[in-house]
DNA sequence: CTGTTAGCGCCTTCAT
DNA sequence: ATGAAGGCGCTAACAG
């Protein structure tokens, strides 16, 4: 900068107040710096300026994982919403449980950014109160935590809408395939979904028959491996409600190997949206994950702008989308 | 870190030393100096340290959009390789020509990180041109670059080993469903996987049919839409080989729907072993995408250190994994 | 409107 | 082994 602004023949501060667009310089002097700049091909280094400035332009997205399709896309809306912002993303996965602990010990984003978002994590009540001692402001995307603002679903509800379904369909004997939740894969609210089920269940004057509740821990093939015990029962249910797409189509796949006839015989359907639910005509109950992204940027941003505006609880909504492997059970 | 050395009666240097690690510094105050900063939970401003030092500390990862598990896969990889590193990742969504315009133009990475990692791009000649007056350590991962260090897989090699697969099983009438590339779905070379099915067919004696060969711009659907039209040639082909697998997937949507018996009526194979590839008893050939991300990590590292020390152009192998969406053609 | 003067928080010679 | 001083590149008061 210096350069710039000894060939242009004025001063660092006047150089420094074109490139940030601030207002006290001459149109004429403007022009003639940025054309100056440009031919340099001169940008300012983001670093020094916000050494100075005092604030980072970076914000975190802490996430578990970036595999899967919900993480993907939490984290797409949180990206674009960011760039046209201007500000830099920096992502952190916390994967297993000693990367989870060196992560809330170390605080690695400490001074390096302005405000975290915690994309669907499980947060200990320690690890809580390591983020609250951040100082900055943290969202969360796809879950709730206790003081913080967040963006997420109603998972209770989804798991309603979903076994509602099945029950308006006609089916009585409707089992869940239920992920147990662990730092692995925790993305909704341990016990959320399965509430819902009970719930909708309980509302229509069903029972609901523990033996037909599958409780696993989350694995590529729980969906498969829960269908498989689902199968065995003397009385097998009529429909299916797992925990997420994935799960559903793993009870698919224990359907389709065992020659059962979906939906005739079973019904299945999960909650999601994913895209590959779509190609398997997969019933399901949507949910906007990329938004869940967007929205949590804007209020990360909503926050660091000081006026926190609107509401900093938002849920948002979920929505059936009814395909192929629903329909009324054989008997009805 | 001035109020740590007022703290600890020595100077800021002193605890500049013992915070980096440097010698020249008594065991003694050494300890005392750790542990009043452990006590005020201090740490060092990466900026500030930075600015001084020179390098960033940072790493730029640019993709097309994180929502499909390739790209997911890719980045675990790198940021797992560059969190033992303490190293922090930007990352960038250049998703459309408008995005990826501005990108180029403004390259948004400059002086904000220390290297760059490419994710599956196809990148322009003007736009090589652009990375390459970067001046920093550019890598490939899941593609080429003229110039740059790379890490991918032999396409061609990986289309042939699943043609090879359904041709010794027996089958002659084999379609490829080939995805056009865009901007949007960028993630193999255009012609790769396309010369891979040829070379397989010619080196076994068979005749390519034009009219097996599906070309469609991306889209979710476009695998069951290519399968679709094949399905109302005259005469259909007893095998499909799709362009990744989510075109299989969607082939066999359209298969399923059509009540084409898979495989015995028609074989499916894919490329890239999704995660639902499994639950959909896909046979396909798989592709180690975390590696690739790991690989272009620690090549971007080595670049970084100043000494290429290994290969700078890597090709991982691909396998072959058989499931059941293939077997023998039915007259045969 | 523009230039000057201090820092921002840290690292790095160079002395001591 | 430690301290003092200068500088990294930029912004933010103040002056003019």
Same mark, same amino acid.
């Given at each position: 900068? @210096?350069?710039? @602004?000894?060939?242009?023949?004025?001063?660092?501060a006047t150089v420094s107040r074109v490139l940030s667009g601030a207002p006290g310089v001459s149109e004429e002097t403007r022009r003639r710096i940025k054309a100056l700049v440009k031919d340099l091909s001169y940008v300012v280094s983001p670093d020094a300026s916000r050494l100075s400035r005092g604030s980072?332009? #970076?914000? @975190?997205?802490?996430?578990?994982h970036t595999t899967s399709w919900f993480y993907g896309a939490v984290l797409a809306g949180v990206l674009s919403v960011l760039r046209a912002e201007g500000l830099d993303a920096l992502v952190y996965q916390v994967a !297993?449980?000693? *990367?989870? #602990?060196?992560? %809330?010990?170390?605080?690695?984003?400490? &001074? &390096?950014v302005d405000a975290v978002i915690v994309v669907a994590f499980p947060v200990t009540e320690h690890e809580r109160r390591q983020l609250d001692l951040l100082g900055m402001p943290v969202?969360?995307?796809?879950?709730? =935590?206790?003081? +913080?603002? +967040?963006? #997420?679903?109603? !998972?209770t509800t989804a798991a309603r809408q979903a076994v509602t379904h099945l029950i308006r369909s006609g089916h009585e004997r409707i089992a869940m395939i239920n992920a147990a939740v662990t730092r692995e894969w925790p993305y909704a609210p341990p016990a959320d979904r399965l509430d819902g089920y009970r719930t909708a269940l309980e509302d229509a004057g069903l029972t609901v028959d523990p033996r037909l509740v599958v409780d696993l821990p989350w694995s590529g093939t729980m969906g498969a491996d829960g269908m498989d015990r689902l199968l065995s029962l !003397? &009385?097998?249910?009529?429909?299916? %409600?797992?925990f997420c797409d994935e799960v559903a189509l793993g009870a698919l796949r224990s359907l389709r190997r065992a020659g059962v006839s979906v939906p005739r015989t079973v019904s299945v359907i999960g909650i999601d949206d994913h895209p590959l639910a779509e190609l398997c005509d997969l019933t399901?109950? #949507?949910?906007?994950? *990329?938004?869940?992204?967007?929205?949590?940027? +804007?209020?990360?941003? !909503?926050?660091l702008g000081g006026a926190p505006t609107g509401e900093l609880h938002v849920t =948002?909504?979920?929505h059936l989308v009814i395909r192929a492997t629903t329909g009324p059970p054989e008997d009805s």
């Open positions: 900068m @210096a350069d710039v @602004a000894a060939l242009a023949g004025v001063s660092k980072t332009g #970076r914000i @975190a997205v802490v996430m578990p !297993d449980g000693t *990367e989870s #602990r060196t992560f %809330f010990a170390d605080l690695p984003v400490q &001074r &390096r969202v969360v995307a796809g879950g709730a =935590l206790e003081h +913080h603002a +967040h963006v #997420r679903i109603d !998972d !003397d &009385r097998p249910p009529t429909a299916v %409600f797992g399901t109950v #949507r949910q906007p994950a *990329e938004q869940q992204g967007a929205r949590s940027a +804007h209020l990360a941003l !909503d926050l =948002l909504p979920t």
